[in-house]
C-alpha cells in the first residue's frame, strides 16, 4: 500500500493544500487515491482507444461528495501522462454547451484556457500545442529539404476539409505567418480566436483575415477540430472533462434544457458512429441528473435509451463498459486508508516521522463520526479538511499530545449546494449517526 513511493516536498505543499481548502487536488492525486481501480481501468482502455483514433463518451455519476471531481481530475492526469491534451471546465449558468447568448462560446473559452499537455498540466497550454505544431512542421521541412510553408499547408488540408475547418486553418497559418515574420500580435490574435475569446466577426475579420469565430453555434464542431489539430501537433488525441453536469438540469426552461441534451446526443453519436476520432468525453454529473425523468437526461427520450443501465449488472454485478460509470461513495475502510495516505504523504513518506499512531486515525474517525454522523466517510470533504488541519496543529507543537489536540478539532457536516431551491431532491445523506456502524468496522 503505502510503500517507497517517493513524494517530492512541492508534491506534497500542493495536494495538503488543496485537501485543506477543501478542494479537489489537481496533481499527485494518486499518492492519496483509494478504491476505484476498476473505475480507472477502464477510462484508461478508453485512454488507448482514442490514441489509436477512436473515441469515447463516459458519464460518471456519483452522490454529493461521492468523489466525481476527484475522479475526473485523476482521469486527466492519466491522460497527460499518456501524452494526450486534455480541456476541462465547470458547467454554470453561464456556461453550458448550447445556448444563443454566448453561454456555449463561455464555456468553449474556459475549457481552452484550461487546455493542459504533460508538459503544462495546470492549464494555458494552447500556445505551446499551437508552437509545437509549428515545430513539428519545421523540423518535417527541414528533414525532407521542403518549404516549411508548404509542410504547414499540407497539414493543414486536413482541417481544412472539415466543418468550419477552412478557418480554423487559415488562423493556424496566421499563427505561423506571425511566427516567420516575428509578428507577436499576429501570433497572439491567433490563439485568441482559437481559444474562443473572439466575440465579434468584425474583430476577427480585422485582426486575422477570418469570416467565422467560434461561437454558440460552432462549439461541437470545433471541439472536432481541435482534436485533429493536437494529432497534427503529435499528441494522441484530446481529452474533454466536463464536470457540474447538474447545472444543465437546473436550467429553467424545457426548451434550454433539451437542446443541451441535444448537443449531448450529438456527442454520443458521433462517438458511437466513429465520426469523432481520437476524442473522448468525460461527464461529471449526480444520480438525478441523469436519471431525473422531468428534467435530468433521462427527460430526453434518445437518451433515455441510450444511457439506460444494465439491466444484468446489480445485485453485487458490475459493468464497467458501459458510457455509465457509478461512483459509489467511501466506505469507511476506504476513508481509513485514505488517512493512512495523507499521513503518509505528510511525513514525506517516512513512517519514522507520522504525526499520529494508527490508534489516532480510529480516534479521529471516531471523533467525526460522533460530531456528524456517517456524512463523515460518504462525504468526506470536511473530514478529510479536518484531518490535514490536525496533522499541520500537531507538527508545529512538537511534544503535544494529539489526544489533547483530537479533541478541540472541529467537524463541520457540510450541505447540498446542489439541491438549493430542489427541496424534491433533498433527501441527502444527513442525519443518521454512524456510531452504532462504526462498533462493526473492520479492516
Ligand atoms: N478515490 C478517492 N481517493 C481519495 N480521496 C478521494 C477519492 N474520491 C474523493 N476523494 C476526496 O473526497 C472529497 C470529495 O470528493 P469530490 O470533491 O471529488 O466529490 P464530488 O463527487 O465531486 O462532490 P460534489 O458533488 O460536491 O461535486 C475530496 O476531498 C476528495 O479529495
Ligand atoms: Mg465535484
Redesign the pocket.
Known amino acids: 500500500m503505502t510503500t517507497a513511493i517517493p513524494i517530492r516536498p512541492r508534491e506534497r505543499d500542493a495536494l495538503i493544500q488543496s485537501l485543506r481548502a477543501g478542494v479537489?487536488p489537481r496533481l499527485g492525486q494518486w499518492h492519496v487515491q483509494v478504491g476505484r481501480s476498476a473505475e480507472v481501468q477502464a477510462l484508461v482502455t478508453d485512454i488507448d482507444r482514442l490514441g489509436h483514433g477512436g473515441s469515447a463518451v463516459r458519464f460518471v455519476i456519483g452522490d454529493f461528495?461521492a468523489g466525481?471531481?476527484?475522479f475526473?481530475h485523476l482521469v486527466r492526469s492519466i491522460a497527460l501522462e499518456r501524452r494526450l491534451v486534455t480541456v476541462h471546465a465547470?458547467l454554470t449558468p453561464d456556461r453550458r454547451l448550447h445556448s444563443t447568448k454566448g453561454q456555449a462560446r463561455s464555456l468553449y473559452a474556459e475549457m481552452m484556457r484550461n487546455m493542459a499537455t504533460r508538459a503544462k498540466p495546470d492549464g494555458g497550454a494552447l500556445s505551446a500545442v499551437v508552437e509545437r505544431f509549428v515545430s513539428t512542421a519545421l523540423e518535417e521541412a527541414q528533414r525532407t529539404g521542403t518549404n516549411p510553408g508548404q509542410v504547414i499547408r499540407a497539414r493543414l488540408a486536413h482541417l481544412a476539409e472539415m466543418t468550419g475547418g477552412y478557418d480554423f486553418a487559415e488562423v493556424v497559418a496566421a499563427y505561423w505567418r506571425g511566427h516567420d515574420n516575428g509578428d507577436e500580435q499576429l501570433k497572439s490574435a491567433a490563439v485568441r480566436w482559437l481559444r474562443g475569446e473572439f466575440s465579434t466577426k468584425t474583430d476577427a475579420r480585422a485582426a486575422l483575415g477570418v469570416r467565422t469565430i467560434v461561437d454558440d453555434a460552432t462549439f461541437h464542431d470545433h471541439l472536432k477540430l481541435m482534436s485533429v489539430f493536437v494529432r497534427l501537433a503529435g499528441y494522441e488525441g484530446l481529452l474533454v472533462c466536463l464536470?457540474?453536469m447538474v447545472n444543465l438540469y437546473k436550467l429553467a426552461t424545457i426548451q434550454a434544457r433539451n437542446s443541451n441534451y441535444e448537443q449531448i446526443l450529438r456527442i454520443f453519436n458521433d462517438t458511437l458512429q466513429g465520426s469523432a476520432r481520437h476524442l473522448g468525453f468525460v461527464f461529471?454529473g449526480t444520480p438525478e441528473f441523469l436519471t431525473d425523468t422531468r428534467r435530468g437526461l433521462y427527460s430526453y427520450a434518445a437518451l433515455q435509451s441510450r444511457l439506460a443501465e444494465n439491466t444484468f449488472a446489480g445485485g453485487g454485478l458490475v459493468d464497467y463498459s458501459g458510457p455509465v460509470l457509478r461512483l459509489s461513495s467511501l466506505t469507511q475502510e476506504d476513508l481509513y486508508v485514505l488517512l493512512t495516505k495523507i499521513r503518509h504523504v505528510y511525513a514525506l513518506g517516512n513512517p519514522q516521522a507520522y504525526l499520529v499512531p494508527d490508534d489516532g486515525l480510529y480516534a479521529f474517525m471516531q471523533h467525526c463520526a460522533s460530531r456528524i454522523g456517517e456524512a463523515y466517510f460518504r462525504t468526506p470533504r470536511m473530514t478529510i479538511k479536518a484531518f490535514c488541519d490536525l496533522l499541520a496543529v500537531i507538527e508545529q507543537n512538537p511534544g503535544v499530545d494529539w489526544r489533547r489536540i483530537l479533541s478541540t478539532v472541529d467537524v463541520a457536516q457540510e450541505g447540498n449546494p446542489d439541491l438549493v431551491g430542489f427541496e424534491e431532491e433533498a433527501a441527502g445523506p444527513a442525519g443518521a449517526r454512524g456510531d452504532d456502524d462504526f462498533a462493526t468496522f473492520r479492516l
Do not use: I
Open positions: 479537489v461528495g466525481k471531481t476527484f475526473l465547470d464536470d457540474e461529471g
